[in-house]
């Protein structure tokens, strides 16, 4: 029950909602009760509300406003792109934008891979079933 | 003298806002060189002479005068073309039927036509559609291509596709219609050999893309949790 991702410093989190809806952004500052000043390597250093923001796990070390480029070499030292994408949240998302992406020849090629799956894990099925019973 | 090619003149007199030029009259003036046109000619500006307009036949009177005046219909300089053509309509870009005998099939495209109605073809080994004329607006287009270049489609155009005008028989004594109706029905066997040439090419070029031959021979739907304005084409 008690809180685990706590708003601090460094703190990693995904944008919900508005213009940059799915970016990955640190909490740089705290403004007051409900805003943030967020940075991203790819945007401009800006406030939101914390009611956009969804907190990740990962956190990183920097001091309170770093300049960029010492945000983007705390980013760099601490493997935020990797840690983010080999999480299980971060591969949900990749697969979502992933299957939005597919063309209408993708889906039947995704159709067809499916279906021989199926078929294979069928067979090995009946095959197990068939040593268990003889 | 042959015309050279010049790079387009800049404008002499940019506009400030519109209705209002940069530099006024006597500069213009300056600008355009017109002394030094004039300076040529002797102090004044060139003049040619007028042609001798030809002397205009006499009209002669009409014969008739209408009682009420007669209303000459505007003038309509509009000329007809084929529909603009979908930007992701190229010659070779498989399309999804959405309308008629053949709704949900996957069809390659191949010309427009004058009328402005799209050519396409199954190939008809792969999925029964034929050589066809189908209108832009009941098709979506997707983003797969199929190589089209070994493909011949310049004798093809609305005509062909045109019903047959039947010379009109005179009524034989005792002859019925009936007999005549069942040649109609059949396709001529030209048409079937146009069709086969096309599309020897065009499944070659197809089997060379793994799925490409099941994808055009499957039909497609929505199935659940497809939404038309999400899904990528």
Redesign the interface.
């Known amino acids: 029950m008690p809180f685990k991702r706590y708003v601090e410093i460094g703190r990693i989190a995904l944008v919900n909602y508005g213009k940059d809806y799915g970016k990955l952004v640190v909490i740089v500052d705290v403004i007051d009760q409900n805003r943030a000043l967020v940075d991203s390597p790819d945007m401009v250093r800006s406030q939101i509300n914390f009611k956009r923001l969804t907190l990740t796990d990962i956190k990183i070390d920097i001091n309170r406003v770093p300049k960029k480029k010492t945000l983007v070499a705390a980013l760099e030292a601490a493997d935020v792109k990797n840690k983010w994408e080999s999480s299980s949240w971060g591969r949900k998302l990749i697969v979502q934008k992933k299957r939005a992406s597919l063309n209408d020849f993708d889906r039947f090629k995704v159709m067809l891979a499916k279906i021989k799956k199926a078929g294979v894990i069928r067979q090995e099925l009946a095959n197990l079933k068939k040593q268990t019973t003889a | 003298m042959a015309p050279k090619d010049r790079k387009p003149h800049v404008c002499r007199n940019p506009d400030l806002i519109r209705g209002v030029g940069k530099y006024s009259r006597s500069k213009m003036y300056h600008k355009r060189g017109l002394w030094a046109i004039k300076a040529k000619n002797g102090g004044a500006f060139p003049k040619h002479e007028k042609k001798a307009a030809a002397a205009a036949l006499p009209e002669k009177p009409p014969k008739f005068y209408p009682a009420d005046d007669v209303k000459k219909p505007l003038v309509n300089k509009r000329k007809a073309r084929p529909t603009k053509l979908r930007a992701s309509i190229t010659p070779g870009t498989?399309l999804?039927i959405l309308a008629g005998r053949f709704k949900g099939k996957?069809v390659v495209f191949l010309k427009q036509l004058t009328s402005g109605l799209l050519l396409v073809t199954g190939p008809f080994k792969i999925n029964g559609v034929p050589l066809r004329r189908v209108n832009q607006s009941y098709v979506i287009a997707?983003?797969?291509k199929a190589d089209i270049t070994a493909v011949n489609v310049e004798k093809f155009d609305d005509k062909y596709f045109g019903k047959k005008v039947e010379k009109k028989k005179k009524k034989g004594e005792g002859e019925f219609f009936e007999a005549e109706k069942e040649e109609k029905n059949t396709l001529p066997q030209e048409k079937k050999d146009d069709q086969k040439t096309l599309d020897a090419a065009l499944i070659t070029s197809i089997e060379a893309v793994p799925?490409?031959k099941?994808?055009l021979g499957?039909r497609?739907s929505l199935k659940a949790g497809m939404k038309p304005h999400?899904?990528?084409?």
């Open positions: 498989v999804i996957r997707t983003s797969t799925d490409l099941s994808y499957a497609f999400e899904l990528v084409f």
